[in-house]
Structure formats: C-alpha cells, structure tokens
C-alpha cells in the first residue's frame, strides 16, 4: 500500500478530497481505518466518503478478516485504461502496439517451443528443471501473462475507438453517428 505524503496537504486539501485521493491510489483491498489514518481524516469521515464513492462505482467494498475495506472498482478500472490508451494513441498507434505485442507472443511461444502460456504451464508439470530454469520460467509466465493484458487492452481499445473519440468530440449541432 502507498504511503501518504508529509507537508501541508491537510492545509490545502479537504479531508473528502484526501479519501478520494487515496482511494485512487489503492493497489489492494485497504481496510477503512487506514484509508482514514492515510487520509488524516476521522475513520466516520472515510468511511462516508468511501460510501459516496461506491455509489459511484469509483471503489468496491470488500472486507479483509472480517474487517471491511475498499477497493478500486476493477470494471471503472478496466475503463479508465481503456480511454487513458486512446486519448494517448492514434488508431494507427494501437495497431502497431497489437502487432508488436502479437509478435512478442509468437517470439515467447517459438522460443519455448509450445503453442500457449496453457502449454508452456503445462510444461512446468512434465519437465524437471534446475532451481534457475524454474526461476527463469516464472519470469517468463510474468512477461507472457503482462503481454495477455495489454493484449486485452489494446483489443479494447480498438474496439472501442471510434465511439470514445466521438462521444470526447466537443459537441456540435450536428446530428451523431452512432448507429
């Protein structure tokens, strides 16, 4: 979990604005209590304004040994990337990211002789390795899974593209061309 900053943000920031500030920071489930104490807010002042931002769909709350918590909401999350990729990418930049990242899959599975990350898995089970191949392997599975999600997301963005440029287009009189 993050660690909130020293100085005068207690000055210059509403105790509101720095549970939402903290809960944009969550990398994990994070119990209310220290949400409150990150925030420098009374837990009652977290905990309304982690409710708000649940109505909103900005977090998720969960509990940690029976404790609740809050999360980032992962569908807001998923989104946030999604637009975050295609305010900073031209189509054509995207697309040249699908192949690149097309092409370090192909690289990854020729390498390791082995049509998948299911079939390099699976290899982890029928193969005996040293301790460094199986350390080497598991880095591997790392850079194969992160290359998945950015996978995922580009697909998405892609998907997605015209309809985010357009609906982010200021607005004009002009009738729209959503079908």
């Given at each position: 979990?993050?660690?909130?900053?020293?100085?005068?943000?207690?000055?210059?920031?509403?105790?509101?604005?720095?549970?939402?500030?903290?809960?944009?920071?969550?990398?994990?489930?994070?119990?209310?209590?220290?949400?409150?104490?990150?925030?420098?807010?009374?837990?009652?002042?977290?905990?309304?304004?982690?409710?708000?931002?649940?109505?909103?769909?900005?977090?998720?709350?969960?509990?940690?040994d029976g404790t609740?918590?809050?999360?980032?909401?992962?569908?807001?999350?998923?989104?946030?990337?999604?637009?975050?990729?295609?305010?900073?990418?031209?189509?054509?930049?995207?697309?040249?990211?699908?192949?690149?990242?097309?092409?370090?899959?192909?690289?990854?599975?020729?390498?390791?002789?082995?049509?998948?990350?299911?079939?390099?898995?699976?290899?982890?089970?029928?193969?005996?390795?040293?301790?460094?191949?199986?350390?080497e392997r598991r880095?591997?599975?790392?850079?194969?899974?992160?290359?998945?999600?950015?996978?995922?997301?580009?697909?998405?963005?892609?998907?997605?593209?015209?309809?985010?440029?357009?609906?982010?287009?200021?607005?004009?009189?002009?009738?729209?061309?959503?079908?």
């Amino acid at each position: 979990m993050m660690k909130s900053s020293p100085g005068s943000w207690t000055e210059s920031t509403s105790g509101r604005e720095r549970v939402r500030h903290v809960a944009e920071l969550l990398d994990e489930p994070t119990s209310v209590q220290e949400i409150a104490d990150l925030a420098d807010v009374s837990r009652a002042t977290a905990d309304d304004e982690l409710q708000r931002l649940q109505s909103d769909d900005w977090v998720a709350e969960t509990t940690i040994d029976g404790t609740k918590a809050y999360d980032l909401n992962p569908v807001r999350m998923l989104f946030d990337e999604v637009t975050d990729l295609i305010e900073a990418h031209s189509r054509d930049e995207l697309e040249s990211q699908l192949t690149e990242l097309t092409e370090e899959q192909e690289e990854l599975a020729t390498e390791y002789d082995v049509d998948s990350l299911v079939g390099f898995r699976e290899q982890f089970a029928d193969e005996e390795f040293s301790a460094e191949e199986l350390r080497e392997r598991r880095n591997v599975v790392a850079t194969w899974e992160a290359i998945n999600t950015e996978l995922g997301l580009v697909k998405h963005a892609l998907q997605l593209y015209d309809d985010v440029v357009e609906l982010s287009s200021p607005r004009t009189d002009s009738p729209s061309t959503l079908a």
